[in-house]
């Protein structure tokens, strides 16, 4: 494990492979080192072309947190992992991820070389942005209260988890792993989502690196819909839809996309 330090004084931890072009992996909600989903097989399979570096978000693992929170400072720490493997580097973002590493591929003109994006959870459809701000608030009530792991459960019945799932994991040791990081959970769905979590075209038009967007074919019909929509957004951008993924996309799936696309 190695750390840097952000603009505001923050301590990131983070791990670095492999040799060659920086690449910054950045993961989405409540994922972290200690609790991988698939981000360290990512960094092995991409260490033989890339130096590599997954990390824990602030707020997340043995990482520091400065309040009060901005998805400014969010980015300056990119900024600082970047500065870490010679001042730039390219992005892979998954899920709420993505949309942080698209807003550091906007801030950081020069720094970003190509941007990469699975599946960024934002809908444009009316039932699913009033639904997203009925969670925000709820979320946002329970995290104020202190209430952690309610809130966590909250995620997880908003992503399809069932009651009996959710109570299964509850009595799991990786339960408190969750709660530790549940005020992360405002970070990325109140600040970077948003409160509608509507697809940002707009924004997304201010991306000026190359940039590929990504789904699955088995994921979650909106995230398809989503992905063509920012890929026509941003102006040098292009889809691309992988087979037989969900949004829990396999490092075997991702990687060699990557590799293509980073090295092109």
């Not at 890339?50 to 900024?79: A, H, K, M, N, Q």
Request: aromatic share 8%; proline share 6%; glycine share 10%.
């Amino acid at each position: 494990m190695r750390k840097t330090r952000s603009k505001d004084g923050t301590v990131i931890a983070f791990d670095r492979s492999g040799q060659g072009p920086g690449v910054i992996l950045v993961a989405g909600s409540l994922q972290y080192r200690a609790f991988d989903q698939g981000m360290a097989r990512l960094a092995q399979l991409l260490a033989p072309c890339f130096t590599v570096v997954s990390y824990d978000r602030r707020g997340r693992g043995d990482s520091t947190d400065t309040p009060p929170y901005s998805l400014e400072r969010e980015v300056e720490d990119i900024e600082a992992l970047i500065e870490e493997v010679g001042g730039s580097a390219f992005l892979c973002g998954i899920s709420s991820g993505a949309a942080l590493a698209m807003e550091a591929a906007i801030r950081l003109p020069g720094k970003v070389r190509k941007l990469a994006m699975y599946e960024p959870p934002y809908s444009d459809d009316p039932a699913s942005r009033q639904s997203w701000k009925a969670y925000t608030r709820e979320l946002e009530a329970l995290l104020d209260a202190g209430r952690r792991g309610e809130a966590v459960a909250l995620f997880m019945g908003l992503v399809g988890a069932t009651g009996q799932q959710i109570d299964e994991v509850r009595h799991s040791p990786v339960w408190p792993l969750f709660e530790s990081v549940a005020p992360t959970l405002a970070y990325d769905h109140i600040a970077i989502l948003g409160a509608e979590a509507g697809v940002p075209a707009g924004r997304a038009a201010q991306v000026r690196v190359p940039a590929l967007v990504m789904d699955g074919g088995a994921s979650f019909p909106f995230m398809h819909v989503t992905a063509l929509a920012l890929a026509e957004a941003i102006p040098n951008a292009r889809h691309l839809t992988l087979d037989g993924q969900t949004h829990e996309v396999t490092a075997e799936a991702l990687a060699p996309v990557l590799v293509e696309f980073f090295s092109g």
